[in-house]
T-cell receptor, first 115, second 116 residues
Framework: ETGVTQTPRHLVMGMTNKKSLKCEQHLGHNAMYWYKQSAKKPLELMFVYSLEERVENNSVPSRFSPECPNSSHLFLHLHTLQPEDSALYLC??????????????FGSGTRLTVV | AQSVAQPEDQVNVAEGNPLTVKCTYSVSGNPYLFWYVQYPNRGLQFLLKYITGDNLVKGSYGFEAEFNKSQTSFHLKKPSALVSDSALYFCAVRGPYGGATNKLIFGTGTLLAVQP
């Protein structure tokens, strides 16, 4: 257990469904990230939150909607997804705002399959 | 702009032999360098990091990496490979400045396959 918990671990959803991915950390980190990892592709950074404020959105389609209600929780709301959105979605956190530079701590990911 | 390159998609090595997974980087200022390992259907696990100090960094599971500033490299090494080391390895770099927008940049990953 890394200290970053993602639920669910696996999710199968239809293209018309609405679902949410959850990420939780109690490491005292103040930045959180969503990554998409597709087979045979580089890690894709989707969203960055720092102190609960979105600081980066890398041209992600609007069918993905992030939410960061507090520094410990991050959600990714999904609706009307496409089969090509099937991937492993990884959440990460880091301690950034103090200026100390450590690496990221990753969760185990949610394996999403869109049918 | 920051970037990191892992020139090999896959590295094959026999169990018991030494292994090297290559990484080169480009960053403004002194780099902060990281290696992560990913097992199938799992998240990335931290292996080791270089922030400052000795160029040879030791990490988890017997891995080490050597920071070479002149060659802008941070190759991952292990003296004797195990079959259980077979996984996907990611190198990552960030610059020395604070703030979440100064994010980690990941390489494309190198698949390490250790044959019995």
């Amino acid at each position: 257990e890394t200290g970053v918990t993602q639920t669910p671990r696996h999710l199968v959803m239809g293209m018309t469904n609405k679902k949410s991915l959850k990420c939780e950390q109690h490491l005292g980190h103040n930045a959180m990230y969503w990554y998409k990892q597709s087979a045979k592709k580089p890690l894709e950074l989707m969203f960055v939150y720092s102190l609960e404020e979105r600081v980066e959105n890398n041209s992600v389609p609007s069918r993905f909607s992030p939410e960061c209600p507090n520094s410990s929780h991050l959600f990714l709301h999904l609706h009307t997804l496409q089969p090509e959105d099937s991937a492993l979605y990884l959440c990460a956190s880091s301690q950034d705002s103090t200026g100390r530079n450590y690496g990221y701590t990753f969760g185990s990911g949610t394996r999403l399959t869109v049918v | 702009a920051q970037s990191v390159a892992q020139p090999e998609d896959q590295v094959n090595v026999a169990e018991g032999n030494p292994l090297t997974v290559k990484c080169t980087y480009s960053v403004s200022g002194n780099p902060y360098l990281f290696w992560y390992v990913q097992y199938p259907n799992r998240g990335l696990q931290f292996l080791l990091k270089y922030i400052t100090g000795d160029n040879l960094v030791k990490g988890s599971y017997g891995f080490e990496a050597e920071f070479n500033k002149s060659q802008t490299s941070f190759h991952l090494k292990k003296p004797s490979a195990l079959v259980s080391d077979s996984a996907l390895y990611f190198c990552a770099v960030r610059g020395p400045y604070g703030g979440a927008t100064n994010k980690l940049i990941f390489g494309t990953g190198t698949l390490l396959a250790v044959q019995p």
